[in-house]
């Protein structure tokens, strides 16, 4: 694993576990904060703590956050903060800047001045969490970023007869990239492969196709 350089801005309990977390996985963390208290909390906990106001591109600039793999802006309430922070680093030339957005709005902003990725922390796992208690036959999801996931669904008799025949593509447009069987798997199944009621389906596919396909279900 190559170790990573990672600039955490904000230090709030998601900035922090952010930070300790990446340390504690071996990579080198600057985590920042305005707030002294913050930043005294993560003093032993990561490679260097230092009181910062990221909202200053020259206090940016002097903790070289150009020279950062990654750049993680976790600053909580203050949308200005949050969005200074960010132009900042993005101006300083930072190749990879990950926010945290509160709401929507923050979100598009974010986004719209040059953040390569948003998220919504409460809001994202308040959505995986209702998925999970809605939909207890997926056995697992893997979120591949950009709306897109990788889902294990259960076929039911809403989904009996070959891959052809329900053409899942089409109609959902999702893919088929594995089908499982009493323990044996097929991967890349063909087109004439049989569907059967409690076969394993493991689909690719943007978020909302998925939805519609387990709304076919009826899960």
Same mark, same amino acid.
């Given at each position: 694993?190559?170790?990573?350089?990672?600039?955490?801005?904000?230090?709030?309990?998601?900035?922090?576990?952010?930070a300790?977390?990446l340390?504690?996985?071996?990579h080198?963390?600057?985590?920042?904060?305005?707030?002294?208290?913050?930043?005294?909390?993560?003093?032993?906990?990561?490679?260097?703590?230092?009181?910062?106001?990221?909202?200053d591109? &020259?206090? =940016?600039?002097?903790? $070289?956050?150009?020279?950062?793999? /990654?750049?993680? %802006?976790?600053?909580?309430?203050? +949308?200005?903060?949050?969005?200074?922070a960010?132009?900042?680093?993005?101006?300083?030339?930072?190749?990879?800047?990950v926010?945290?957005?509160?709401d929507?709005?923050?979100?598009?902003?974010?986004?719209?001045?040059g953040?390569?990725?948003?998220?919504?922390?409460?809001?994202?796992?308040?959505?995986?969490?209702?998925?999970?208690?809605?939909t207890?036959?997926?056995?697992?999801?893997?979120?591949?970023?950009?709306?897109?996931?990788?889902?294990?669904?259960?076929a039911?008799?809403?989904?009996?007869?070959?891959? &052809?025949? =329900?053409n899942?593509? $089409?109609?959902?447009?999702v893919? /088929?990239?594995? %089908?499982?069987?009493?323990?044996? +798997?097929e991967v890349?199944?063909?087109?004439e492969?049989?569907?059967?009621?409690?076969?394993?389906?493991?689909?690719?596919?943007?978020?909302?196709?998925i939805?519609?396909?387990?709304?076919?279900?009826?899960?």
């Open positions: 694993m190559k170790t990573k350089q990672c600039l955490v801005i904000g230090l709030g309990r998601f900035g922090t576990a952010v300790t977390t340390y504690e996985m071996g080198e963390v600057v985590a920042v904060d305005h707030h002294e208290e913050n930043v005294e909390r993560v003093m032993n906990l990561v490679t260097h703590a230092a009181i910062v106001d990221a909202s591109e &020259r206090a =940016l600039r002097a903790i $070289g956050a150009a020279d950062f793999d /990654v750049v993680v %802006v976790a600053i909580g309430t203050d +949308v200005q903060a949050n969005i200074l960010t132009m900042n680093a993005k101006s300083l030339g930072a190749p990879y800047v926010c945290k957005a509160i929507e709005m923050a979100r598009r902003v974010l986004e719209r001045i953040a390569d990725l948003v998220i919504r922390p409460e809001h994202d796992m308040g959505v995986r969490l209702a998925r999970q208690i809605a207890p036959n997926i056995v697992d999801t893997l979120d591949l970023g950009g709306d897109h996931a990788i889902v294990e669904i259960e039911n008799e809403r989904l009996r007869g070959t891959l &052809r025949d =329900l899942l593509t $089409g109609r959902f447009n893919q /088929v990239i594995a %089908v499982s069987r009493a323990g044996k +798997v890349t199944p063909r087109a492969h049989d569907v059967r009621p409690h076969d394993k389906l493991v689909v690719i596919g943007h978020s909302h196709s939805d519609d396909l387990r709304r076919y279900l009826g899960e």
